[in-house]
Structures are given as C-alpha cells and as structure tokens.
C-alpha cells in the first residue's frame, strides 16, 4: 500500500497483521482434499518402502518423491499459487504442525526396524499412522483456514 502521507502506528500494525492473515489463508485454504490424501498416501508408500529386498526401497521412494513433487505441483496450478512447490506461505511453525508428526513416525519407524525391535508389521502400522497425522492435519487446518 502506497500513501502520500504519513501513517500512523496503529494503522500500520493493523495492515501487518491482514498481511500474516491472508497469507496462513493462502499458506492453508485452496488445497483439494485429494492433495492432502495423495500426499500422506505417498508418504505411507515411502514409510512401507522399507520392507522391500535390496535397493527397491530406494527405487520406490525416488519414485515416490518425484510423484509428491508433481502433486504439488498439480495442487498449485489449481490453487493459482504460483509460489512454486519448494516455497510457499506456510511459516516454520505451520510446516512444523503439518510435518512433524510424520517425520517423527517415520523416524522412529527406522530406528526400530534398524534395531529389530519391533515386528514385521510395524512399518505398516507406522505407514498408517503416517497417512492418518498428515492427511488429519492437512484437511483439519485447510478447513479452518477456509473458515477465517
């Protein structure tokens, strides 16, 4: 906002705060529900990754990662962002809500698996668990941006 004039302090903290507003709108509101669903069914396909022989693991999360990337990618374009899939509104505190439960799983899945303290079966309980923190908090904090 340009003025001829001076502004006062007030005014300006109250355009400042508008500004953080509409950009936790934009950071949260837009997104499809299928962006939040395919992007924690990535991060699931990811986390069960592990159980495959060999180098497969790797080959499947570089598959993975790329198809993450064009579906936010894709998100964007329909969103009319176009602040790029690396960027975006999103402050340190929203990715930190958004990702780190799920990194935390998939951590503490790899821990145990590389520990062999845990089943067979808890790289599919952590994939689950996974697709449940990522998409919850996705779809929860879009739908409550959308209501601001």
Known sequence: METNGSISVPDASAALAEVRRSRARVAWSGYPAWYWLATGA???????????????????????????????HIAGRIRGVCEGWTGGAMTARDKLALYGPSVAVILADAVAQREDWWSPWSPIVAAVLVFGLFTGVGLTLGARAGRR
């Open 42 to 72: 990535g991060l699931s396909v990811g986390t069960v990754a592990i159980l495959l022989p060999d180098w497969w693991g790797l080959v499947v999360a570089a598959v993975v990662t790329a198809g993450l990337i064009k579906v936010a």
